[in-house]
């Protein structure tokens, strides 16, 4: 049972142009949300992170937005770079302990 | 600088061989998490740790353990019952965000 689903794979944008990527999310207990970067053969980073209590949260070229009636989040990533190529993971923090519950991940490509 | 170590960076394992992927942090976390990471699946909670000398299965749990003797360290042996071993292995530490390792990729030979 997938609590945090990404349904694209792949996202390929223009450089400079906004990259939007998409998670949705099962368990209406999640009350905070985390998006990682991965780039091939290294651990994911940390980007940006939302609370339940909020619906915008931005850091730069940054943006999550969070839907709780629809239980969806998004990353808005303006304008985008090609070092912004790397695979993205949302992540949902459960109700037990601080475990995370990690997508599929979105792989994003952005050309020059 | 605080951080989470992983060793080694590539690891062959022999069929029918157990293997242990090294963790340590100096973070000062209390919890510690192992995942795998397969093509297209995503990242795999194996293994986690919320306390020194305890420790939880996590959703693939079957043909690994782990021990938690320490608090910086959070060792995981794949056993010969891990009938698909070859991945790549992250060790985390945290808990309302995660500082991840570099990884292990593990390949069976």
């Known amino acids: 049972d997938q609590q ?7 996202l390929s944008v223009q ?3 906004i990259s939007i990527l998409n998670c949705d999310y099962t368990n209406s207990m999640f009350d905070y949300f985390l998006w990682y970067k991965k780039y091939p053969a290294e651990g994911p980073t940390f980007l940006i992170s939302i609370s339940s209590i909020k619906d915008k949260n931005e850091d730069g070229r940054f943006t999550v937005f969070l839907n ?5 989040l998004s990353l808005h990533i303006v304008p985008s770079q090609p070092g912004d190529s790397a695979v993205y993971f949302c992540a949902a923090k459960g109700n037990q302990g601080g475990k995370l519950i990690f997508g599929q991940g979105t792989e ?3 050309k020059p | 600088d605080g951080g989470i170590t992983q060793s080694p960076k590539y690891l062959f394992r022999k069929e029918g061989q157990n293997v242990t992927l090294s963790c340590e942090q100096n973070l000062n976390h209390d919890a510690m998490y192992w ?4 093509p297209g699946q995503g990242l795999r909670l194996i ?3 919320q ?8 959703d693939i749990a079957e043909g690994y353990s782990v021990s938690r003797e320490k608090k910086e360290s959070f060792p995981l042996t794949v056993t010969s019952a891990q009938k698909n071993p070859t991945a790549f292995y992250l060790c985390a ?5 995660y500082t991840f390792g570099s990884g292990t990729r593990l390949t069976v030979v």
Request: glycine residues 10%.
């Open chain 2, 35 to 38: 995942y795998r990471q397969d």
């Open chain 2, 93 to 97: 530490s945290g808990f309302y965000g």
């Open chain 1, 108 to 110: 994003l490509s952005v």
């Open chain 2, 47 to 49: 293994y986690y740790s």
């Open chain 1, 15 to 17: 450089e400079g142009r």
């Open chain 1, 68 to 72: 709780k009636s629809a239980k969806h």
């Open chain 1, 4 to 10: 945090v689903k990404q349904n694209s794979p792949s």
């Open chain 2, 51 to 58: 306390i020194v000398n305890d420790f939880q299965k996590g």
